[in-house]
Structure formats: C-alpha cells, structure tokens
C-alpha cells in the first residue's frame, strides 16, 4: 500500500484526477503529476464510499512516488454515523 500527503486532487468538471508525488510540505517548487482514472464505488446499504485505480500506469507513478505504508487491520464493525 502506498500514501501521499495531498496525493489526489479531483476536478471540478474532469473524469481525470490528478496523482502527485509525495513531499514535505515545506518542499516548494514546481513537481510533476499524474493524470489517470478513479472509479467509486458507493454502498447504498452502509453509505461506505471508496475509490479504485485499476490503470496500470497510475499504479506505476504511486509505487515510485508514494511513500510505503503497512495497511492498518479492518475493523469488525463500521464506523457510528456522524452527528447532525
């Protein structure tokens, strides 16, 4: 599993989001980006909403610029709905 602080920025009007690398945020300077495709999948039973990248391309681009990280054990139950 890899992560990237502010690692996608979605468009407004784009089917295309945009994967940047991974930097401190006290990097500055002009760094390159990604553009692929997310798809989302939303449970209508449980409202769990996620994302997937199913182009190999982008997977590539996260794997050389992202940082690894150990993914966290599932929880048994979902999380409780916010408050109103």
């Known amino acids: 599993m890899q992560a990237a602080r502010n ?3 979605f468009g407004e009007n784009s089917s295309w989001v945009d994967f940047q690398i991974h ?7 002009i760094f390159r980006v990604h553009r692929g495709e997310v798809w989302s999948f939303l449970c209508t039973t449980c409202g769990t909403l996620e994302f997937a990248v199913f182009d ?3 997977i590539a681009f996260t794997q050389q ?5 150990t993914p966290a054990q ?5 999380p409780p709905p916010p408050s109103p």
Request: proline content about 17%; aromatic content about 4%; overall charge positive.
């Open 7 to 9: 690692g996608v920025s």
């Open 23 to 29: 930097r401190d945020p006290t990097q500055r300077g």
């Open 56 to 58: 190999p391309a982008t």
């Open 65 to 69: 610029n992202w940082m690894h990280v």
């Open 74 to 78: 599932p929880s048994s139950s979902p």
